[in-house]
């Protein structure tokens, strides 16, 4: 049974961090591009970061770029999203993405409040 499972949610002060896990089961989570997505109340989802399987070749949306810092460790089977100076916007349902060819594979989201 694939499953992918994303933690560490919850609210946070403006100017503060968060670190997201998302835990992967029942795939070779080695094989696949990962990625975190958010859908902000509202709004539709949009792309956060992407990091390919081997971990060499990230990218990140232009919002996040110099303050979201992705990351996978293939032994735990485990992809990270570190987030640093958070502003309200960023407030968003926070989803976890494993995709290789026309495989796609979703978590249940965590939710993420930026918020005084």
């Known amino acids: 049974q694939v499953q992918l499972v994303e933690s560490g949610g919850g609210l946070v002060q403006p100017g503060g961090s968060l670190r997201l896990p998302c835990a992967a089961s029942g795939f070779i989570f080695s094989v696949y591009t990962m990625t975190w997505y958010r859908q902000p109340p509202g709004k539709g989802r949009e792309l956060v970061a992407s990091?390919?399987?081997?971990?060499?070749?990230?990218n990140y949306g232009t919002s996040v770029k110099g303050r979201f810092t992705i990351s996978r460790d293939n032994a735990k089977n485990t992809v990270y999203l570190q987030m640093n100076s958070l502003k309200p916007s960023d407030t968003a349902v926070y989803y976890c993405?494993?995709?290789?060819?026309?495989?796609?594979?979703w978590g249940q989201g965590t939710k993420v409040t930026i918020s005084s």
């Open positions: 993405n494993g995709t290789r060819c026309s495989t796609a594979y």
């Open positions: 990091i390919s399987s081997d971990g060499g070749t990230r």
